[in-house]
């Protein structure tokens, strides 16, 4: 009966997060803002970078057929910077915004918490500028790609930003120690999506591409992002659910003792 309760109340808590429709949100929003941003940061760096399109290579894992249906679909870094303009950059900024606002609007519903104020948008714009400074770290280093302490570098750099992402975007209403199984859980679940998409994702551009052109490819980026919102709600999910397991364990050892 415990074991029932347990799994019921785990159960209305993943429904109540909706956490499809949320990925789906995330998805829509992160391709108006993330792409783009990702295409700017990735070119800034003239002496290695190779563009967007060797980044997202990279983390699909895909083939090398893969690779070019990629390249095909974004500007080169050179193109980025020189029809990147100040307008564009403004409307980033504000989709970015509302990146952080809606990330945000999840881990509260994930710890049953209420909205923040307004005063509190300040925290966005500091999150969008720590994450466009985590994506250029991750751009410049393509060159040690392979490496494996560019491994190493990534998770710890990834546990540490989710980790703090999840404290700031919540005003530091929950503890830092409840926290870190969400951060772990999320660079874990982005770890296992890296090699799911190695194995699908990659296979599957290369043929969108003869069925559908162009437009295939784009809808297997867009499918990689939703997979990204499931990871990234799902694994704050998760820490959430195992610090709950772990308050039950220790007041169920205090009634013991």
Known sequence: MVRRTRAGRRW??????ALWQRSLGFAALGFLTLVPLLIVVSAADTANGQGFAQWL???????????????????LPGQAWRT?????????????????TVLQSGYES????PPSGWWARWRHALWLGVLIGVLYLSAVSSPWRDSPVRGFVTVAIGTLFFWWSQRLLLAGRIPWTALLPGAVATVLGLLGLRIFSRLVFSPLIASSAVTYGPFGAVLVVQSWLVGIGVVVFGGALVGRLLHDELLLQRSAADRDG
């Open 110 to 113: 994930i710890w049953d918490l």
């Open 57 to 75: 290579g990279d983390w699909l894992g895909v083939s090398a057929p893969a690779r070019l249906e990629i390249e095909g679909l974004f500007a």
């Open 12 to 17: 209305v808590r993943v429904r109540e997060l």
């Open 84 to 100: 990147t303009t100040a307008f564009g950059l403004a409307l980033l900024a504000v989709f970015g915004l509302s990146f952080g």
